[in-house]
T-cell receptor, first 114, second 116 residues
């Protein structure tokens, strides 16, 4: 079945450093790849997403890259700040019709130390 | 962005009782909504896809008779945990898709269920 693998499970960086989280998906029909930030006890918040017709997308300190051939995508956070500390999830979904489920990776716990 | 409202935000119930969780799309119509379960320090695991006016689709390993889903209108989906047991204690969260391409998922606040 569909599967999304995410690495690393934990990531510790110093403030100002960059953080990279990688995901691999199994379903070749997937074409929508969002990244979520989740704080303890809260709902996931979309931070950036990418669709399969694009190889890279950037929004200020956050960027996502997609390699469809290799079926992997990555989240890059530059100039990390303590408030970036949270759990980050990647996900993959087929289609854009709104009727397709999101399959989540296992999550990465990011800690940014002052 | 679109708003999904989920209630209650937390509930404590006794073993053997049933609990209903509501998920409402406040500013968009959702013919499909998704129910996830998240155990502490784990990922969101899809339980079922709720379809307006028809039966829900359950993921493998999820008991449909235990987790009853009703999607009677375009703005409301409910999940009822029947005969709850302590192992059902978890964070339950719903989501619906909205946006111009209906690709962006919006999540409810989540419901923390504790079965004692």
């Amino acid at each position: 079945g569909e599967n999304v693998e995410q690495h690393p499970s934990t990531l510790s960086v110093q403030e100002g450093d960059s953080a990279v989280i990688k995901c691999t998906y199994s379903d070749s029909a997937s074409n929508y790849f969002p990244w979520y930030k989740q704080e303890l006890g809260k709902r996931p918040q979309l931070i950036i997403d990418i669709r399969s017709n694009v190889g890279e997308k950037k929004d200020q300190r956050i960027a996502v890259t997609l390699n469809k051939t290799a079926k992997h995508f990555s989240l890059h956070i530059t100039e990390t700040q303590p408030e970036d500390s949270a759990v980050y999830f990647c996900a993959a979904s087929r289609g854009t019709g709104g009727y397709n489920k999101l399959i989540f990776g296992a999550g990465t716990r990011l800690a940014v130390h002052p | 962005g679109a708003v999904v409202s989920q209630h209650p935000s937390w509930v404590i119930c006794k073993s053997g009782t049933s609990v209903k969780i509501e998920c409402r799309s406040l500013d968009f119509q959702a013919t499909t909504m998704f129910w996830y379960r998240q155990f502490p320090k784990q990922s969101l695991m899809l339980m079922a896809t709720s379809n307006e006016g028809s039966k829900a689709t359950y993921e493998q390993g999820v008991e449909k008779d235990k987790f009853l889903i009703n999607h009677a209108s375009l703005t409301l989906s409910t999940l009822t945990v029947t005969s709850a047991h302590p192992e059902d204690s978890s964070f339950y969260i719903c989501s619906g898709f909205a946006g111009t391409e209906r690709s962006e998922a919006f999540f409810g606040q989540g419901t923390r269920l504790t079965v004692v």
